[in-house]
C-alpha cells in the first residue's frame, strides 16, 4: 500500500460517485484496469459496482442513482447535511469548504456544490494532504451515509466502503459520536438563537480519526 494507491483509489471512488453518464460508461474499462492494482479491501467493492455499472443499461443506472441519492436524505452524498441538517450553520459550512478549496487552487464547476463526496474525494486525490485532512473530519458523516447505503441493499454501498478502507480505524469517541448521529437525525433550526459563530468548525468538530 502507497500513498499513490490511495490516491488513485480517491480518484476511482469519485468518478463512480458522481452522476452516471456516457462519459462514466466510457471510463468503466479503464476504472477496472486501474482498480486492480489496489490492495483487495479497496479493489473488491469497487470492482463488484463496476460489474453492476458494466451491466445496467445506462438509464437504469442513472434512475437508479437518482432514487438513491435525490429521493432519500439519508443517503444524501452533501456531507454537511448530516452534521448541519437544513440549518444556516450549514451554509457557513458550505462557505468555509468552498473557501478550503480557493485556497488549494480548485475552481469547482458552475453548480457543483463544494460537500458532495465524489468533489471531496477529487480534491483529496490531486491535494492529498489538505484532502486526507477534510475526509477525517467529515468521517462520521461519511460513515453515516455508508451506513444508510448498506442498509437500502444499494450498489454504491461498496464505493462507500472502499473509500471507509482507504481511512484510518475509527476509535471508539467516533463509534459513539456516529451512534449518536444516527439515532437523532441533523440538527434542525433552532427559531430565536444565533444561526452561526463567526468561526467555527467545517463538519462536527470532533478530533480527526
Known amino acids: 500500500m502507497t500513498d499513490t494507491s490511495r490516491h488513485i483509489a480517491w480518484q476511482l471512488q469519485s468518478l463512480l460517485l458522481g452522476y452516471p453518464d456516457d462519459a462514466l460508461r466510457e471510463r468503466l474499462p479503464l476504472v477496472r484496469t486501474a482498480a ?19 451491466a445496467t443499461p445506462l438509464f437504469e443506472l442513472t434512475a437508479d442513482y437518482v432514487t438513491t441519492f435525490d429521493h432519500h436524505k439519508r443517503l444524501s452524498p452533501y456531507l ?8 444556516r ?9 468552498k473557501d478550503t478549496y480557493r485556497r488549494a487552487g480548485l475552481a ?3 453548480g457543483e456544490l463544494p460537500d458532495h463526496l465524489s468533489v471531496l474525494l477529487e480534491f483529496a486525490a490531486t491535494r492529498p494532504r489538505a484532502g486526507e485532512q477534510l475526509l477525517a473530519e467529515f468521517r462520521t458523516a461519511l460513515e453515516l451515509l455508508r451506513a444508510g447505503l448498506n442498509d437500502a441493499g444499494s450498489a454504491w454501498a461498496g ?5 471507509s478502507a482507504t481511512l484510518p480505524p475509527l476509535n ?3 463509534h459513539q459520536r456516529i ?5 437523532a437525525g441533523p440538527p434542525v ?3 430565536g438563537l444565533p444561526a452561526f459563530s463567526p468561526v467555527g468548525p467545517i463538519c462536527d468538530g470532533e478530533t480527526p480519526s
Open 36 to 54: 486492480g492494482t489496489l490492495p483487495e479491501r479497496w479493489r473488491r467493492p469497487l470492482l463488484s459496482f463496476v460489474d453492476y455499472a458494466e
Open 80 to 87: 454537511t447535511y448530516f452534521t448541519h441538517g437544513d440549518t
Open 89 to 97: 450553520n450549514r451554509g457557513m459550512a458550505l462557505l468555509r469548504l
Open 108 to 110: 469547482l464547476g458552475e
Open 159 to 163: 464505493v462507500l466502503d472502499s473509500v
Open 172 to 174: 471508539s469517541r467516533r
Open 179 to 183: 451512534a449518536r448521529l444516527a439515532a
Open 189 to 191: 433550526e433552532s427559531v
